[in-house]
């Protein structure tokens, strides 16, 4: 391996890192702030594998229903197309984005609801989670968010990922991973 690519795997490591601080990090705000007992909001993070995931559709719904519970956030969600058969890796970046996405909302959006749509179309699966918060400039930092993970996650399985928000209007995240 050259040291670009050395270079390149570290950065991709340190992102992911970056991204598993923040979660762990929002995961103890949420718990200090909402006064939620600590076994019931650790349910919540629980590590997750490729073989974990037995029915994608089925796990990001548990992950909305928990999220409900724990936040009073309204969710809804809306899946099109087979979505069993894809890849393990797929599936995990769908699942770990959707959980990030969920994971800012809490913190960040003071929203009060979240709509998550699934779709898969033409050889690809499309993500969208929106959410009717505050927003945010994009033009702004994004580091700390989460963002720069969900980002990554996308790039490793050569998908693609981007940001629609704007201050008071909400904010609405897209991946599109190769089915």
């Known amino acids: 391996m050259d040291g670009a690519a050395r270079f390149n795997q570290r950065d991709a490591l340190a992102t992911i890192l970056i991204t598993a601080i923040n979660i762990i990090a929002g995961f103890l705000i949420g718990v200090l702030q909402q006064g939620v007992p600590f076994m019931e909001a650790l349910k919540t993070y629980t590590v997750l ?3 974990d995931i037995v029915e994608l559709s089925a796990a990001i719904e548990e992950q909305l229903r928990r999220f409900k519970a724990q936040y009073g956030i309204a969710t809804q969600l809306s899946t099109d197309g087979n979505l069993d058969d894809l890849g393990s890796d797929q599936q ?39 959410d009717d918060g505050v927003g945010f400039d994009v033009g702004h930092e994004l580091r700390g968010l989460g963002l720069d993970g969900m980002a990554e996650r996308a790039r490793l399985v050569e998908g693609r990922f981007e940001v629609d928000a704007a201050p008071g209007r909400g904010t609405t995240l897209r991946l599109r991973v190769p089915a």
């Open 49 to 51: 594998t490729v073989g």
């Open 92 to 130: 995990l970046v769908l699942y770990r984005v959707t959980q990030e996405a969920l994971n800012n909302i809490a913190r960040h959006a003071g929203a009060s609801n979240v709509a998550v749509e699934i779709a898969r179309v033409d050889g690809h699966v499309d993500l969208e989670v929106a």
